[in-house]
């Protein structure tokens, strides 16, 4: 049986060290400052928001919540992040994403000040993190190293293969694993690979990032291999509420008509595999940890006279 990788337990060291370092930096008069945007009410949106704000006031550090409307215009959001860009009280911008259809996402991530980018999606982070410079990493590539070295996981000369070639952590996870501190050998698979197994059963660390409830089985992994479940699917409950027989989760206890699920068969791979991540518990929380750190990160930069570490 596999080794299950406690994501929460992690991440609460992790925002821990965040809320160390917040309290060295409010020693010299500055609060870390996190401004959150929200357009519209989509509930998955609305649930991460929440978990973000919590995660920051329990590190003590502030957020600016700041709901806006679906039918928000694009040049109105555009004002309020220039506004938040010029405001010195301000250290990080996190623009929740999706946005409604009609605000061009990228024209929005562009315009937020890359000092103050803590979620590492502005293209002058992307830049960063290709060249290997100092910048802000995107919080679930960076969560997922810090999962591996925490549990120990051999990465020089590993073979990862990562499921998923998204912006925000497909492709950056591509670049840090072939870093050469990491120094893995890196595959990514994505809709045009054909036959995943291939490539998945080759892999030392899997890293399934696809956003596809289950798609990778036990048959698809190598006997030892670590795998990375990035996945978070909300599935259908029939009928909604608690006692429908589905699988026990905090969702159904609180009687919502979802739960979430990985991108892994968790049964199955978890007899097969060396470490795995659980769904919810695994890479989830690590997400929101190294938000709390890029946001630490950003407000010992503003410090005038240099960083303020503890
Ligand atoms: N939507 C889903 N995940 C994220 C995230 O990490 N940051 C932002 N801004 N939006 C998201």
């Given at each position: 049986m596999a080794v299950v990788i406690d994501g929460r337990e992690t991440a609460r060291k992790k925002r821990e060290e965040a809320a160390l370092r917040a309290a060295a930096l409010k020693k010299r008069g500055i609060l870390p400052r996190l401004a959150v945007i929200l357009v519209g009410e989509d509930p998955a949106s609305l649930s991460y928001v929440a978990g973000k704000e919590k995660a920051l006031a329990g590190a003590g550090m502030e957020s600016r919540d700041i709901r806006l409307p679906a039918d928000t215009p694009e040049e109105e959001l555009l004002s309020l992040i220039a506004g938040l860009n010029a405001d010195p009280s301000v250290h990080g911008i996190l623009v929740q994403l999706p946005l409604p259809g009609h605000i061009g996402e990228d024209r929005i991530i562009t315009a937020i000040d890359p000092a103050k980018d803590v979620d590492g999606f502005h293209p002058v982070s992307a830049g960063n993190l290709v060249l290997g410079r100092p910048g802000f990493l995107p919080c679930t590539?960076?969560?997922?190293?810090?999962?591996?070295?925490?549990?120990?996981?051999?990465?020089?000369?590993?073979?990862?293969?990562?499921?998923?070639?998204?912006?925000?952590?497909?492709?950056?996870?591509?670049?840090?694993?072939?870093?050469?501190?990491?120094?893995?050998?890196?595959?990514?698979?994505?809709?045009?690979?054909?036959?995943?197994?291939?490539?998945?059963?080759?892999?030392?660390?899997?890293?399934?990032?696809?956003?596809?409830?289950?798609?990778?089985?036990?048959?698809?992994?190598?006997?030892?291999?670590?795998?990375?479940?990035?996945?978070?699917?909300?599935?259908?409950?029939?009928?909604?509420?608690?006692?429908?027989?589905?699988?026990?989760?905090?969702?159904?206890?609180?009687?919502?008509?979802?739960?979430?699920?990985?991108?892994?068969?968790?049964?199955?791979?978890?007899?097969?595999?060396?470490?795995?991540?659980?769904?919810?518990?695994?890479?989830?929380?690590?997400?929101?940890?190294?938000?709390?750190?890029?946001?630490?990160?950003?407000?010992?930069?503003?410090?005038?006279?240099?960083?303020?570490?503890?």
């Amino acid at each position: 049986m596999a080794v299950v990788i406690d994501g929460r337990e992690t991440a609460r060291k992790k925002r821990e060290e965040a809320a160390l370092r917040a309290a060295a930096l409010k020693k010299r008069g500055i609060l870390p400052r996190l401004a959150v945007i929200l357009v519209g009410e989509d509930p998955a949106s609305l649930s991460y928001v929440a978990g973000k704000e919590k995660a920051l006031a329990g590190a003590g550090m502030e957020s600016r919540d700041i709901r806006l409307p679906a039918d928000t215009p694009e040049e109105e959001l555009l004002s309020l992040i220039a506004g938040l860009n010029a405001d010195p009280s301000v250290h990080g911008i996190l623009v929740q994403l999706p946005l409604p259809g009609h605000i061009g996402e990228d024209r929005i991530i562009t315009a937020i000040d890359p000092a103050k980018d803590v979620d590492g999606f502005h293209p002058v982070s992307a830049g960063n993190l290709v060249l290997g410079r100092p910048g802000f990493l995107p919080c679930t590539p960076r969560g997922i190293l810090v999962l591996l070295e925490e549990a120990g996981i051999p990465t020089r000369g590993a073979h990862a293969v990562i499921v998923g070639r998204s912006a925000i952590v497909g492709r950056p996870l591509a670049i840090l694993l072939a870093r050469r501190d990491i120094n893995a050998t890196v595959t990514v698979c994505h809709t045009g690979s054909g036959e995943l197994g291939r490539y998945t059963r080759q892999a030392d660390i899997l890293i399934a990032a696809a956003g596809k409830p289950g798609l990778i089985t036990a048959d698809m992994v190598k006997e030892g291999a670590a795998v990375i479940d990035v996945g978070v699917n909300r599935t259908p409950v029939f009928p909604p509420g608690p006692g429908n027989g589905a699988p026990p989760a905090p969702e159904n206890a609180a009687g919502k008509s979802y739960r979430l699920r990985g991108d892994v068969d968790y049964e199955g791979v978890a007899k097969k595999a060396g470490w795995i991540t659980p769904v919810p518990g695994g890479v989830g929380p690590m997400t929101i940890a190294m938000l709390l750190l890029n946001l630490i990160q950003a407000a010992e930069a503003a410090v005038p006279g240099g960083a303020a570490k503890a």
